[in-house]
């Protein structure tokens, strides 16, 4: 099972990561630096298939999380170097959580429970509709508000399923 972790700051680069002498593949892997405000930076590597919540677009100088897997490997370097498996731009108002939720909807962390309503939208990463099961699975959460018990308690707005990926 994964173990999602989060980073959160501000992008402070984009450029290019060459990972071979390809020609097609120039362009098409992104290093996207961010940094937290209070002096913490960290790199992350950013494929065709990362996830980016909303496809939302984003450049230096926006607010972002990044999610990746806490126990890949990766290059003992520093900056750190992570691979991004979702990116999400901050929107007032608005969170989002990326974890394993198991058959109480509660996530791995045990942060997190989904109370899940008629208007919650349930979606493939491709935005067509997930008519599955998606308990004991890793799901993107877009949420609002929480209850200030634990775990806090939330009806997400949105939640993405994401098949293929344990």
């Keep these: 099972m994964r173990n999602f972790q989060s980073f959160d700051g501000t992008i402070t680069m984009i450029n290019n990561f060459v990972t071979g002498?390809?020609?097609?593949?120039?362009?098409?892997?992104?290093?996207?630096s961010v940094d937290n405000g209070y002096g913490i930076s960290i790199n992350f590597v950013v494929k065709p298939?990362?996830?980016f919540v909303d496809h939302a677009m984003v450049s230096v100088g926006d607010r972002i999380s990044g999610f990746y897997d806490a126990n890949a490997p990766v290059p003992l370097i520093f900056p750190p170097q992570f691979r991004a498996i979702v990116m999400a731009k901050?929107?007032?108002?608005?969170?989002?959580?990326?974890?394993?939720?198991?058959?109480?909807?509660?996530s791995s962390d045990g942060e997190l429970r989904l109370n899940i309503a008629p208007s919650t939208k349930?979606?493939?990463?491709n935005g067509q509709v997930f008519t599955g099961n998606f308990i004991n699975r890793n799901l993107i959460v877009v949420y609002g508000p929480t209850t200030m018990?634990?775990?806090a308690q939330t009806t997400p707005y949105k939640i993405i399923v994401m098949c293929g990926i344990e």
């Design 90 to 106: 901050y929107t007032p108002y608005q969170n989002v959580k990326v974890a394993h939720f198991n058959e109480q909807l509660e």
């Design 122 to 125: 349930i979606v493939l990463e």
């Design 49 to 51: 298939n990362t996830y």
């Design 21 to 32: 002498t390809n020609e097609e593949d120039r362009g098409c892997n992104k290093l996207i």
């Design 149 to 151: 018990s634990i775990p």
